[in-house]
């Protein structure tokens, strides 16, 4: 079972932050076109430089703590839900302390 602790870390991540969407009504979620337009640039530029780091020799993964299912160049799947997870939990968060302030976030 220590192959999925990278994902029972992501996983405790999420369960930490999803109950934020219903509960607050952040709406993070239901704005899915937003969201990604918001993580998916920024998950792209760290995929490229693990992948740099990895073929430099720079960066590796504890093999016994991934699940071993790897993408191109070596980087770990665990790695890119990595980039997509914690970004999500943290606008989550984000959104979370700005409605219970009720600050407008400028979009309006």
Not at 17 to 39: H, K, S
């Amino acid at each position: 079972m220590r192959h999925l602790t990278y994902l029972a870390v992501l996983a405790g991540c999420l369960a930490g932050a999803l109950w934020l969407e219903p509960f607050l009504r952040v709406n993070v979620l239901r704005r899915g076109r937003r969201l990604a337009l918001t993580v998916l640039p920024v998950a792209a530029v760290f995929v490229l430089w693990d992948l740099a780091a990895i073929a430099a020799g720079h960066w590796h993964f504890d093999a016994s703590q991934i699940t071993g299912i790897f993408l191109g160049g070596g980087l770990p799947l665990d790695e890119v839900l990595f980039f997509l997870v914690v970004p999500v939990c943290a606008i989550l968060g984000f959104e979370a302390v700005r409605a219970v302030l009720r600050r407008p976030a400028g979009d309006e």
